[in-house]
């Protein structure tokens, strides 16, 4: 038996309370709640969304393939990673030890 309590997604206090949130809501609910808890909050936001892709503040996630780009955008301080696009997610990690092997 659990004490756990199913919480409300668009509350911006409890969110806050957490150190990464990962989010497969959909692009809808990262325009809208984002920018309102990033005004009081510095944790980590990992999105399946693709609305953050292209921003500059945002690093994509497809590891292996870029690993070390992701590790390094921690230690630089991004707090803001993205799922690439699907096909291209699939292609890539197909591809990726072919391009590493050069």
Request: proline share 2%.
């Amino acid at each position: 038996e659990s004490d756990a309590v199913l919480g409300n997604a668009k509350d911006v206090d409890d969110l806050k309370q957490c150190d990464v949130i990962i989010s497969c809501q959909g692009g809808d609910y990262t325009k809208e709640i984002l920018p309102n808890l990033r005004a009081v909050w510095d944790g980590y936001w990992i999105d399946a969304a693709s609305t953050k892709r292209m921003d500059s503040d945002t690093v994509i996630c497809l590891d292996p393939v870029n690993r070390d780009v992701m590790i390094n955008a921690i230690k630089n301080g991004t707090k803001t990673f993205a799922g690439g696009n699907c096909t291209v997610s699939l292609m890539l990690m197909a591809l990726g030890g072919l391009f590493k092997a050069g």
